[in-house]
């Protein structure tokens, strides 16, 4: 095994969240859960100023826009205050160039692009900062509209469009060692491509580069539950659905897994390893 795979903890300093509806919108709550967050065992926290939901069935409409301005007043300030009171990893999540360069100036080290590498001017920002850079997969607006999630074959189309867009960062300057690639569970993509992915992360692992898998408390979930004639869940409560996602995840070698729920992950985590090297061992007559 290339070690523990990491947990990294979302932190949505956005007031429309389809999973914490804004609860850490409050720069003064995102920090004291960013606390809560690193004590949990949280290896990076993940922050956010632009909702990224996709319009569609599960979500109506979808994240509103957010200005340049109003996601550089959200962010800057919280990542600053995470890096330099707790030093924590953070992680930004956007889309933006110019937020991206003002987090890494404020001590984020990774940027996490949901747009699959659209913007040249962001991967040169993470390539100048010698940051780390995640991509992940995305078409559109992320619904799983006709346009969006139309695939031949799901986990082919992802995986070329993946390699496509590290590809492009390296272009762009980014090293190999810095990329990072996010299959992107639940954008642009129906319930069953999600569950197609999930199953197929070992193709995408097999690109070489690092992979980060997202599930946490996706609809995916609700949709196994509605075809399973279940009581559907609120995303709140799909904890246990994330757990068994996380365990695939780790399963297929995935090097960090971002979630809401980081300590009962973090344990999904490490018992599905110390299960995996177990087995190892059996298998070699240990």
């Known amino acids: 095994m290339k070690g523990r795979c990491q947990v990294w903890a979302v932190l949505n300093v956005t007031p429309d969240s389809f999973s914490d509806g804004g609860e850490t919108f409050d720069r003064v709550a995102a920090f004291e859960r960013a606390k809560q967050l690193i004590v949990a065992g949280a290896d990076v926290i993940d922050v956010g100023g632009a909702s990224s939901r996709p319009p569609g069935l599960t979500y109506g409409p979808g994240a509103g826009a957010v200005s340049l301005e109003d996601e550089l007043s959200r962010v800057v300030p919280v990542v600053e205050q995470i890096v330099h009171e707790l030093g924590a990893r953070v992680s930004v999540d956007t889309t933006r160039a110019e937020v991206a360069k003002a987090a890494l100036r404020a001590g984020a080290t990774i940027v996490n692009d949901i747009s699959t590498g659209a913007s040249k001017e962001l991967m040169q920002v993470a390539a100048e900062a010698g940051a780390e850079l995640v991509l992940m997969h995305n078409r559109g607006d992320g619904s799983a509209s006709a346009d969006?999630?139309?695939?031949?074959?799901?986990?082919?189309?992802?995986?070329?469009?993946?390699?496509?867009?590290?590809?492009?960062?390296?272009?762009?300057?980014?090293?190999?060692?810095?990329?990072?690639?996010?299959?992107?569970?639940?954008?642009?993509?129906?319930?069953?491509?999600?569950?197609?992915?999930?199953?197929?992360?070992?193709?995408?692992?097999?690109?070489?580069?690092?992979?980060?898998?997202?599930?946490?408390?996706?609809?995916?979930?609700?949709?196994?539950e509605s075809n399973a004639k279940a009581p559907l869940s609120t995303p709140a409560q799909r904890i246990g659905g994330t757990a068994a996602a996380v365990v695939v995840a780790v399963q297929a070698g995935a090097r960090a897994v971002r979630v809401h729920d980081v300590a009962v992950m973090r344990q999904a985590v490490l018992v599905t390893e110390a299960l995996m090297q177990a087995r190892a061992a059996q298998e070699l007559g240990w």
Not at 150 to 172: K, M, N, P, T, W
Not at 184 to 192: L, M, Q, W
């Open 148 to 224: 969006n999630a139309r695939y031949r074959h799901v986990i082919d189309d992802v995986s070329a469009e993946l390699s496509a867009a590290a590809v492009r960062a390296s272009c762009c300057g980014v090293p190999f060692d810095n990329i990072w690639l996010d299959p992107g569970i639940g954008f642009a993509k129906a319930a069953g491509d999600s569950l197609t992915v999930m199953a197929g992360l070992p193709r995408i692992v097999q690109l070489g580069y690092r992979v980060l898998v997202g599930p946490s408390r996706k609809s995916f979930i609700a949709a196994v």
